[in-house]
């Protein structure tokens, strides 16, 4: 089945960057882009941006502009989430989700288990 | 960037009662809309795609109306499973944006 497995739950200093990686299995990695959604304690969702696995190309938001990179290693099927210059409001649950398109339509399904991240001193 | 508002932000209902959430854009997104299940501990779950499409294996109790601005998320008989938070999220627009949630719990 299609599956998307994430890296395991990071700890960090401020000022320090983390990687988190997402797993595509049970599908061709390439005919589909995948985004990157957090959630902060206690907050919504927040989507951060996305990568075309196909083609390499990438949109971020304009919050993360700068601090955030999404790149993708084709022969892993595995997309990865950089974040630098952590500060402690970076502490999140942060999701991976495979964007779905179909006849106009488009949605985030499935989506990884998340991978909780906590920026502390 | 498109803004989502979502009302009211907790709604406090019985089991087996219908529950009508609300959800605004700031500008037109036409029907380019979803709607998500969230628990805690599990990732979001898709309900309703297309603003009024539910998703495979979503129960007939759960239906999705609006276009333009205006969007309703309704459950018509709320059962245990169903007490969540539920975002609504717009792809007519960069960056996509979700709103802020409603907090559906037992009354």
């Known amino acids: 089945q299609v599956q998307l497995v994430q890296s395991g739950a990071e700890v960090k200093k401020p000022g320090a960057s983390v990687r988190v990686s997402c797993k595509a299995s049970g599908y061709t990695f390439t005919n589909y882009a995948i985004h990157w959604v957090r959630q902060a304690p206690g907050q919504g969702l927040e989507w951060m941006g996305w990568?075309?696995?196909?083609?390499?190309?990438?949109k971020y938001s304009q919050k993360f502009q700068g601090r955030v990179a999404i790149t993708r290693d084709t022969p892993a099927s595995t997309v990865y989430m950089d974040l630098s210059s952590l500060r402690s409001e970076d502490t999140a649950l942060y999701y991976c989700?495979?964007?779905?398109?179909?006849?106009?339509?488009?949605?985030?399904?499935?989506w990884g288990q998340g991978t909780l991240v906590t920026v502390s001193s | 960037e498109i803004v989502m508002t979502q009302s009211p932000a907790t709604l406090s209902v019985s089991p087996g009662e219908r529950a009508s959430l609300s959800c605004r854009a700031s500008?037109?997104?036409?029907?380019?809309l979803v709607w998500y299940q969230h628990k805690p501990g599990q990732a979001p779950r898709l309900l309703i795609y297309?603003?009024?499409t539910r998703a495979t294996g979503i129960p007939a109790r759960f239906s999705g109306s609006g276009s333009g601005t205006e969007f309703t998320l309704a459950i018509s008989s709320l059962q245990s499973e169903d007490f969540a938070v539920y975002y609504c999220q717009q792809y007519n627009n960069w960056p996509r944006t979700f709103g802020p949630g409603t907090k559906v719990d037992i009354k």
């Open positions: 500008q037109s997104i036409g029907s380019n």
């Open positions: 989700a495979r964007d779905q398109f179909i006849a106009g339509t488009r949605w985030f399904d499935p």
């Open positions: 297309g603003a009024s």
């Open positions: 990568i075309n696995a196909g083609n390499g190309n990438t």
